[in-house]
T-cell receptor, first 114, second 113 residues
Framework: DADVTQTPRNRITKTGKRIMLECSQT?????MYWYRQDPGLGLRLIYYSFDVKDINKGEISDGYSVSRQAQAKFSLSLESAIPNQTALYFC?????????????FGPGTRLTVT | KNQVEQSPQSLIILEGKNCTLQ??????????LRWYKQDTGRGPVSLTI?????NTKSNGRYTATLDADTKQSSLHITASQLSDSASYIC????????????FGAGTRLFVKA
C-alpha cells in the first residue's frame, strides 16, 4: 500500500461548490503539507502543519482551508470553488526526526472547476 | 526575490546518452537543495538532497552537483533509459524558523529509443 494516499484522485466540480480533498499517511511523520501544481509553474505551498495543533498558511492560502484531524490525516477544503482553482493538488509529509526537508508526496488529485 | 530557475524547459535525448539539467537559484539564506523526479500523473519522488557543505551527491545513475558560491546546481543522468522520461524538479529551502521552500518549474525530459 502507498505510504501517502489522496482521495479523490480526480474530481470535477462546479463553481461555487464546497469540496474537500483528503490525505492520509502511514509513514508516522509529524509534518504534512498541501501544494498545488499548475502547468509551467513550480509547486506552490497552500498550507502546512507541523503537528496536530499547528496549522500555518503557505504562499497561496486564500480561498482554501485545512484541517489536521489526526497526525495521519490532513484535509484541504475549497469553500467556494472557482475555475482558477483548477489544478493538480499534492499532499506531502516529512519527519522532524529525519531532518524534515525530505518530503514524500502523494499521487495527487486532479481538480477541475467548471 | 527568492527564485529557482531551471533549464532547459524540455529536452529530448536518445536512450543510452547522458544529459545534464541545470538549476540556478537566488535563495537566501540557503539551507539545502533537492532534486525530485516526477513521472506523468504521479507525485514527485526525491532523488538527492544537498546541504551547503556538500558539492556532489549520487543516487544510482543520477549525480547532482552544487556550487553554493555561484548558486548553481546540476543533475547529470548517465546512460539514460526510457524510464528516465519525466519532469525533474529543483527545490531550494531557506534557513528560517518556519518553513520556506521554493520549487523550480522543472525540466521535462523525453528519452527516445
Amino acid at each position: 500500500d502507498a505510504d501517502v494516499t489522496q482521495t479523490p484522485r480526480n474530481r470535477i466540480t462546479k463553481t461555487g461548490k464546497r469540496i474537500m480533498l483528503e490525505c492520509s499517511q502511514t509513514k508516522g511523520h509529524d509534518r504534512m503539507y498541501w501544494y498545488r501544481q499548475d502547468p509551467g509553474l513550480g509547486l506552490r505551498l497552500i498550507y502546512y502543519s507541523f503537528d496536530v495543533k499547528d496549522i500555518n498558511k503557505g504562499e497561496i492560502s486564500d480561498g482554501y482551508s485545512v484541517s489536521r484531524q489526526a497526525q495521519a490525516k490532513f484535509s484541504l477544503s475549497l469553500e467556494s470553488a472557482i475555475p482558477n482553482q483548477t489544478a493538480l493538488y499534492f499532499c506531502a509529509t516529512s519527519d522532524t526526526r529525519q531532518g524534515f526537508y525530505e518530503q514524500y508526496f502523494g499521487p495527487g488529485t486532479r481538480l477541475t472547476v467548471t | 526575490k527568492n527564485q529557482v530557475e531551471q533549464s532547459p524547459q524540455s529536452l529530448i535525448i536518445l536512450e543510452g546518452k547522458n544529459c545534464t539539467l541545470q538549476c540556478n537559484y537566488t535563495v537566501s539564506p540557503f539551507s539545502n537543495l533537492r532534486w525530485y523526479k516526477q513521472d506523468t500523473g504521479r507525485g514527485p519522488v526525491s532523488l538527492t538532497i544537498m546541504t551547503f557543505s556538500e558539492n556532489t551527491k549520487s543516487n544510482g545513475r543520477y549525480t547532482a552537483t552544487l556550487d553554493a558560491d555561484t548558486k548553481q546546481s546540476s543533475l547529470h543522468i548517465t546512460a539514460s533509459q526510457l524510464s528516465d522520461s519525466a519532469s525533474y524538479i529543483c527545490v531550494v529551502s531557506l534557513q528560517t524558523g518556519g518553513f520556506k521552500t521554493i520549487f523550480g518549474a522543472g525540466t521535462r525530459l523525453f528519452v527516445k529509443a
